[in-house]
């Protein structure tokens, strides 16, 4: 688990964090380069000419890996003492960041090639071994930093251990995360009694089989307009005069904003489902591709796929419920009543009528019964054949939005 802190400032701790992270950076830098050089040297052909084409790097020179910088690293101490400034274990981790991003690049499709960093792009540094007893109240020890104060906004969590530190530049300060761990064996939870089917709504942010239709938290979009006025104030600066830099700042600090108050509306929603039922069933949806199609804006600014893939799991799993995903083939094309497939709905049809069976029902919440019958066979349990309350059009469906659930 991980819990963040927000750190007290003192001109002179954010000095070091800066320096910090000057560093680091520098040393990831250079370490892409030096791999960059390496594959760049690779590239030339056996039969040119020498003055066309020529290894700048010896033809039997290893491929700068991770162990190899970081025994380069070791002996660059020597001769730039400044490196000396950042606990040692902290470099080497910036290295092993370096190395997942080459190794992810070659191993995960659509992944792209790493970048050099700029100081927008290399915001946090990670402690990975901690010292003993570093933790106190509304104070905390970082390695070769010392005794630092944070906000303690909540407790430290019981029976777990602190395992790694990360420090993270933010517009509005900066963090602490610290990863706790606990040696307790977490069992799986267990399918129970209650099931709730999930569906990711196209005019709702989901729906679910208890009828309920929750509505997308438009933070961005209502927010638009003072963006768009603090966006278009900024074409009025000059680049990177102090003005621009601090209208800049304003901007991010508003992002930021933003992205928290989504976040703990995710977090809330996710309790709010959690303690309706024992069981929840899901789409199987790529969320990444689903967003660059026609769903793009909506889906965008609301977070699902976190929520389906992260955030509801992660609850699940603390209030030790069963999570599962679920076949997503037909499921809007299918009646919850029948079971018989009613074909494909227009974008702009927003009941399932079904002409077999007669039932009128919002069509994501038919489709979100039919993820909770599949559910529950999946489960092995029986599908009752009396699920839908009432099928009246749109009656007894819940409509919610933001308000009610966070004064709820
Ligand atoms: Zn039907």
Redesign the pocket.
């Known amino acids: 688990m991980t819990y963040r802190y927000k750190i007290k400032p003192t001109k002179q701790l954010f000095r070091q964090f800066d320096q910090y992270l000057d560093i680091c950076r520098s040393v990831y830098n250079f370490a892409h380069a030096e791999r960059k050089a390496w594959l760049e040297s690779r590239k030339s052909r056996m039969d040119c000419c020498s003055i066309l084409c020529e290894y700048i790097i010896a033809a039997d020179a290893p491929f700068p890996s991770y162990k190899n910088q970081a025994k380069a690293l070791t002996e660059a101490k020597k001769k730039f003492p400044h490196l000396k400034l950042v606990n040692a274990q902290t470099l080497q981790q910036v290295l092993k960041r370096l190395d997942k991003a080459w190794s992810d690049f070659f191993k995960i499709p659509d992944r792209g090639f790493p970048r050099f960093r700029s100081k927008n792009r290399f915001r946090s540094f990670v402690f990975p071994q901690l010292l003993k007893n570093c933790l106190d109240q509304r104070k905390v020890k970082l390695p070769s930093i010392g005794w630092i104060t944070i906000r303690q906004s909540r407790p430290y969590p019981i029976g777990f251990t602190p395992k790694q530190f990360q420090i993270v530049k933010k517009a509005s300060g900066y963090y602490l995360m610290i990863v706790f761990q606990s040696h307790e064996v977490v069992p799986d939870a267990i399918p129970g009694e209650k099931s709730l089917g999930i569906d990711a709504g196209i005019s709702n942010f989901i729906a679910t089989s208890n009828q309920e239709l929750i509505k997308s938290p438009r933070f961005l979009r209502s927010k638009l307009k003072k963006f768009k006025k603090l966006q278009r104030k900024l074409k009025n600066k000059t680049k990177h005069s102090n003005n621009w830099l601090k209208l800049q700042n304003k901007i991010a600090r508003f992002h930021e904003k933003i992205s928290n108050a989504r976040r703990d509306w995710l977090f809330k929603l996710a309790h709010h489902l959690c303690n309706q039922t024992d069981n929840i069933f899901v789409e199987d949806i790529n969320y990444k591709s689903w967003s660059k199609g026609l769903f793009r804006k909506q889906s965008l600014d609301s977070g699902i796929g976190s929520f389906m893939n992260e955030i509801l799991p992660f609850i699940c799993w603390k209030k030790n419920k069963f999570y599962l995903k679920v076949d997503k083939d037909y499921s809007s094309q299918q ?1 919850p ?2 079971r ?1 497939f ?1 074909g494909q709905k227009l974008l702009k049809q927003r009941l399932h009528i ?1 002409p ?2 007669n ?1 009128e029902i919002d069509r994501d919440i038919a489709s979100s019964l039919i993820l909770k019958q599949r559910g529950k066979t999946a489960v092995g349990q029986p599908v009752g054949y009396q699920e839908i309350a009432c099928g009246g059009r749109g009656a007894g469906v819940l409509q919610f939005t933001l308000f009610d659930l966070v004064t709820a």
């Open positions: 009646c009543n029948c018989l009613t079904c077999y069976c039932i």
